[in-house]
């Protein structure tokens, strides 16, 4: 009699909160004013991805690290002209990496700074040499003269949207995520959202745990802005994404383009022309979240990397318990001895030493200016890349970023031609 007591209470508090009638808190971070779950918008979810998608190349395999004893977990590879690679570890010390003339590079012991505390995900060096760094939760920071004793400094280019700003003034940037720089300075950047990277026991900082936990909360608070160092301004120009990531500025400078992971999707913002000031879908269904985009060496393309192979769960995401079940996974497993998945996706639970195996596969798109897939690397089982942030192409060569990985994997392009 109790436990069927039990059991038809337990499925009553389930239904209370499928229907909203039971508050649930989610882990949010330290600092985070609310913990609720909101009325998601009309048709955000379920998710929806590109479930035919296959890989049929292994081009990414042929990837080779570079620094891996050195460095972990770089999201982006800012290249300089001179061939030198700005660098942001998983800790936040930031590095020159300097060509050794055998392929490789070389990094001093210690770092030029840090860009902490947070999570520094985008980077880019601007006309000038200095480094542009997107961070969570500080904002843009700037790295003016890197490596020169006397006038290198480290500041905060912005932390929140300008009153002037005619949409969202005065709202603060605390998911910096991706950028790029136009001609004139102006500095386009993606917030992801206003769920905070987590700080972790080893003293990094994590954001997948933001991802899950803005996919439970429902509100959308991503931000395309843009920066303007000549008066100091930011500009919101574009809200409401569910998870702004990687930016990318047409040949022209005419659009920008910016990534929705959660949404897998691509938006363009007209800058210039009769659209100026409108945004459109770029391009959808995609087959993963998308992360980084970049412009491909022709000018012309761009390079589009596609985080993972969404779980089957995600098409279930319209189902309240499912993303409360979403948002708190990570932190229960944590809790309940599951390694988390450092250099993979390979979860092994203890103390019965159970496996779970998650799909893992690394996908890099070259995409015309008209959303085309033109080209897809592969690495169909993610033997060798997986979990790819973000790819810049240089000097022949496509520099590819991830969250956890050691080393910094580089592509050379003319061997795969």
Do not use: C
Request: proline share 7%; no cysteine; glycine share 10%.
């Amino acid at each position: 009699m109790l436990a069927k007591a039990f059991f038809v209470g337990f499925i009553a508090l389930l239904a209370a909160v499928e229907f909203g009638q039971v508050t649930v808190r989610l882990p949010f971070p330290p600092g985070v004013e609310y913990d609720y779950m909101a009325e998601p918008p009309a048709e955000g979810l379920p998710l929806k991805w590109d479930k035919g998608f296959k890989v049929e190349n292994d081009v990414l395999t042929k990837a080779k690290f570079v620094l891996a004893d050195e460095i972990v977990g770089v999201e982006t590879v800012a290249v300089a002209p001179d061939g030198k690679l700005g660098l942001v570890d998983r800790f936040g010390k930031i590095f020159i990496a300097t060509p050794d003339g055998r392929g490789g590079y070389s990094i001093p012991k210690e770092p030029l700074a840090y860009s902490s505390p947070g999570r520094t995900l985008g980077v880019k060096f601007d006309a000038d040499g200095d480094l542009y760094m997107a961070n969570s939760p500080l904002g843009l920071l700037q790295l003016v003269a890197p490596g020169d004793a006397e006038n290198q400094k480290l500041v905060l280019a912005t932390g929140r949207i300008s009153d002037e700003s005619p949409l969202l003034p005065g709202y603060p940037v605390e998911f910096a995520n991706a950028l790029d720089i136009a001609s004139d300075g102006t500095v386009y950047l993606s917030s992801s959202t206003d769920v905070l990277a987590y700080k972790m026991e080893d003293s990094s900082w994590d954001v997948l745990d933001s991802v899950f936990v803005t996919i439970a909360k429902g509100a959308p608070a991503g931000m395309l802005l843009a920066y303007h160092p000549s008066n100091g301004s930011t500009i919101a120009l574009m809200d409401k994404l569910w998870f702004g990531n990687g930016v990318a500025l047409s040949p022209a400078e005419d659009y920008v383009l910016v990534a929705d992971s959660i949404q897998m999707r691509i938006h363009r913002y007209w800058l210039q022309g009769p659209k100026a000031g409108s945004s459109e879908v770029f391009m959808d269904n995609l087959p993963g979240p998308p992360d980084g985009i970049s412009l491909a060496g022709d000018g012309v393309n761009f390079w589009v990397t596609i985080y993972s192979e969404p779980s089957a769960l995600m098409s279930l995401t319209h189902i309240r318990l499912v993303r409360v079940l979403t948002a708190w996974a990570p932190r229960l497993m944590r809790l309940l001895g599951v390694q988390m998945p450092r250099r993979g996706v390979v979860l092994k639970v203890s103390p019965q030493g159970q496996v779970l195996q998650m799909p893992r596969r690394g996908v890099v798109l070259k995409v015309s200016p008209q959303g085309k897939v033109l080209q897809v690397l592969g690495d169909a089982t993610g033997k060798v890349m997986y979990g790819v942030t973000s790819a810049v192409e240089a000097d022949g060569k496509l520099f590819l970023g991830t969250i956890r990985r050691k080393g910094v994997p580089v592509l050379d392009l003319k061997a795969i031609q």
